[in-house]
Antibody
Framework: QVQLVESGGGVVQPGRSLRLSCAAS????????MHWVRQAPGKGLEWVAV????????YYADSVKGRFTISRDNSKNTLYLQMNSLRAEDTAVYYC????????????????????????WGQGTTVTVSS | EIVLTQSPGTLSLSPGERATLSCRAS???????LAWYQQKPGQAPRLLIY???SRATGIPDRFSGSGSGTDFTLTISRLEPEDFAVYYC???????????FGQGTKLEIK
């Protein structure tokens, strides 16, 4: 069945780094864009980053730009999130999610022919940034 | 940057009643770029609606979406016990791409 499984979360000190992974199965991973979305304790959902199906386009929320890097290895059906210079406010459950949409453009223009939403989600991995 | 404001923050209703949840955008949003999600405690979000009004795969027809421009609505025609959850609207914005969520509406049992 279609599945996303995150791993790599844990407790880390402020300023340190952590890499999250998201293993995909049950669908053609290399055909779809992928997102990271996070949820701080007791708070709502916050989009973090997106990567295109082939890894050529990557975009970030302002809150993580310059600190986080999204990447993927289509040969391993795996999505990654490298998180550097972690802050207390990065404490959250991190979800990976599949984007059903097909996009065109590059650079600042990454536009869906039609936005079908994030149709498959993992169960999340918890990141706690604390000294 | 477009801001999505959901109302009410909490909605208290009984099973069998009709629920109407609102999502208002700070500027006009293409209907094609508006989605709704459901999240139950301890679970990942689930896609309900995309394109403002199209139900995702496996979503019961008691869920419907509508709206355009800056005002969008999620309606649950007759609440089932499993529908009590938090609901989020979300929009795609371009140049550069962003995917903004509303703050959520908690639907609780009265």
């Amino acid at each position: 069945q279609v599945q996303l499984v995150e791993s790599g979360g844990g407790v880390v000190q402020p300023g340190r780094s952590l890499r999250l992974s998201c293993a995909a199965s049950g669908f053609t991973f290399s055909s779809y864009g992928m997102h990271w979305v996070r949820q701080a304790p007791g708070k709502g959902l916050e989009w973090v980053a997106v990567i295109s199906y082939d890894g050529s386009n990557k975009y970030y929320a302002d809150s993580v730009k310059g600190r986080f890097t999204i990447s993927r290895d289509n040969s391993k059906n795996t999505l990654y999130l490298q998180m550097n210079s972690l802050r207390a406010e990065d404490t959250a459950v991190y979800y990976c999610a599949k984007d059903r949409s097909y996009y065109y453009g590059s650079g600042s223009y990454y536009i869906p022919y039609y936005y079908y939403g994030m149709d498959v989600w993992g169960q999340g991995t918890t990141v706690t940034v604390s000294s | 940057e477009i801001v999505l404001t959901q109302s009410p923050g909490t909605l208290s209703l009984s099973p069998g009643e009709r629920a109407t949840l609102s999502c208002r955008a700070s500027q006009s949003v293409s209907s094609s770029y508006l989605a709704w999600y459901q999240q139950k405690p301890g679970q990942a979000p689930r896609l309900l609606i995309y394109g403002a009004s199209s139900r995702a795969t496996g979503i019961p027809d008691r869920f419907s979406g509508s709206g355009s421009g800056t005002d969008f609505t999620l309606t649950i025609s007759r609440l089932e016990p499993e529908d009590f959850a938090v609901y989020y609207c979300q929009q795609y914005g371009s140049s550069p791409p962003t995917y903004t969520f509303g703050q959520g509406t908690k639907l609780e049992i009265k």
